[in-house]
């Protein structure tokens, strides 16, 4: 079955920016959407962008400035970028999967803790 | 986009039921049936896991003690036969006119 796997950069700089991969193993890369998902500390999720496995992508329009999501399919990886980062993007960074047919996430990663501080 | 309308929190005995209402616009849950529920358990940061799919699909080994409904611009999820393991934030998320996805503000669900 198919399991996503964040990297783990822990420490983020204020002003600097954010970069995370997203591992997709054991299931087609194919047809889905690939997304990054967010969730600040003792807050909700927070939906981040997504990206086609053709390439066409969509993003939150309150953090469209600062996000890339980008593909690689002949890895099975997809990556988030996130510039200018600052204390509110405090947050466990979650990779998933999103149902081409419903649109919801089937697929979870573990998630990963990012923390902005100097 | 606004994030869907979620009750903060809601509550019941064992072997109550118990609804969580989300409530969007036409732009999202009253436009398309593709609304879904996620149960996150404690401790913060533990991954959701989807229980309700396409408003009221459950996912294989989910519990038909959980169901999904919409009305509206209002989708509801009922849990039945409430168990302690139950007791879990739960979030909502809709598809958007503008082909993103946005969620609810969550639930907590504390089974007394």
């Not at chain 2, 986009?1 to 969007?24: N, R």
């Not at chain 2, 529920?37 to 896991?49: S, V």
Request: hydrophobic content about 30%; glycine content about 10%.
């Amino acid at each position: 079955q198919v399991q996503l796997q964040e990297s783990a950069p822990g420490l983020v700089k204020p002003s600097e920016t954010l970069s995370l991969m997203c591992n997709v193993s054991g299931g087609s890369f194919t047809t889905y959407y690939w997304s990054w998902i967010r969730q600040p500390p003792g807050k909700g999720l927070e939906y981040i962008g997504s990206i086609h496995s053709s390439g066409s992508t969509n993003y939150n329009p309150s953090l469209k400035s600062r996000v890339t999501i980008s593909i690689d399919t002949s890895n099975n990886q997809f990556s988030l970028r996130l510039t200018s980062m600052t204390a509110a993007d405090t947050a466990v960074y979650y990779c998933a999967r999103i149902h081409p047919y419903y649109y919801g996430v089937d697929v979870w990663g573990q998630g990963t803790t990012v923390t902005v501080s100097s | 986009q606004s994030a869907l309308t979620q009750p903060p929190s809601v509550s019941g005995s064992p072997g109550q039921s118990v609804t969580i209402s989300c409530t969007g616009t036409s732009s999202d849950v009253g436009g398309y049936d593709r609304v879904s529920w996620y149960q996150q358990q404690q401790p913060p940061g533990t991954a959701p896991k989807v229980i309700i799919y396409a408003v009221s699909n459950r996912p294989s080994g989910v519990p038909d003690r959980f169901s999904g409904s919409k009305s509206g611009n209002t989708a509801s999820l009922t849990i039945s036969r409430l168990q302690t393991e139950d007791e879990a934030f739960y979030y909502c998320s809709s598809y958007t006119n503008i082909y993103t996805l946005v969620f609810g503000g969550g639930t907590y669900l504390t089974v007394l």
